[in-house]
């Protein structure tokens, strides 16, 4: 079971997602045909990535044996920093519509706030070591991807990475509203101020890394203690809980993981509820811009 939230626009997203950001390859087509199979529907994916032709292929493969129809999927694409211009953000969409096999995207954000010199090659810095930006207006942008949800290219538009200012520019030239801003998400990051103003927007929010690298202890609550205990206690694994914390803050959750286990492990999470004293105990977690695990700041 995957619960779904209601956009504002009156589309449904699977509350639960599955992240696709560095997989590689044939490894990244068997495990998103894998993914399918364990019951993930709603699939997180980007140009950055350089995978969607596997990506494609996998979906491809998925719905021509039958284990779901194209309507069962709910899949997200992000355009990237380099094809901020207008000129270039419905080619680099339509790019991604081709790669990923689809006719249409159920939603596609603007990755990131800033514009980088334009081109299809994403070096993000340049001979100088510097980020090569340019003066494209992510307002402008936002006009292109109206356009494609009216040429039925995408049904549902938002942003990624961006800031309660940032929203607010969004919002002041907008035809069609955001449905969604998809940020760094996890107890030492837990974006409760912005998470709020986009609640009184009608903008649902989506995190990543609301697990952290379950690898190592630096600058993930994956690992600690009092995450540890809260699992014990509800028999419950750290990532469970986890992800039960966004999933009752009404935050969609973005997980990636390679194992099998863990893909079926991180669905079961519709069982059991975290109670208020857990849930204030997580919050105080809390470290603000200190507990990002990317430099850019998304906070209001």
Request: one cysteine or more.
């Amino acid at each position: 079971m995957n619960k779904k939230i209601r956009f504002n626009n009156g589309e449904e997203c699977p509350i639960l997602g599955f992240g696709t950001a560095r997989l590689d390859g044939d490894q990244c087509y068997e495990i998103v045909k894998s993914a399918i199979d364990a019951g993930y529907r709603h699939f997180d994916c980007a140009h950055l990535y350089r995978n969607e032709p596997e990506i494609g292929r996998a979906f491809f493969d998925k719905i021509n044996d039958g284990t779901v129809e194209r309507e069962d999927l709910f899949v997200a694409g992000k355009l990237w920093n380099s094809f901020h211009r207008i000129d270039m953000a419905m080619l680099a969409l339509e790019r991604s519509l081709e790669d990923l096999g689809l006719d249409y995207l159920d939603l596609y954000l603007i990755h990131w706030p800033m514009a980088f010199k334009d081109g299809w090659e994403m070096n993000l810095k340049d001979a100088n070591g510097r980020v090569p930006y340019s003066d494209a207006d992510f307002t402008d942008t936002w006009r292109v991807l109206e356009t494609a949800v009216e040429k039925g290219l995408v049904r549902s538009i938002g942003v990624s990475n961006f800031n309660r200012a940032q929203i607010e520019d969004i919002l002041r030239i907008a035809r069609i509203k955001p449905v969604v801003n998809q940020v760094e998400c996890h107890p030492y990051l837990n974006q409760s101020k912005l998470l709020d103003y986009c609640r009184s927007q009608d903008i649902a929010l989506s995190g990543y890394r609301v697990i952290g690298l379950r690898g190592g202890p630096t600058k993930s609550a994956y690992h600690d203690l009092l995450i540890a205990g809260i699992a014990a206690k509800h028999d419950k694994t750290p990532a469970q809980v986890l992800i039960r914390y966004q999933v009752q803050r009404g935050v969609i959750a973005i997980t990636k993981t390679t194992s099998r286990k863990n893909m079926l492990s991180n669905l079961n999470v519709f069982d059991f509820e975290l109670g208020p004293d857990d849930v204030e105990s997580i919050n105080k977690l809390d470290r603000g811009r200190a507990g990002r695990n990317y430099p850019f700041h998304s906070d209001c």
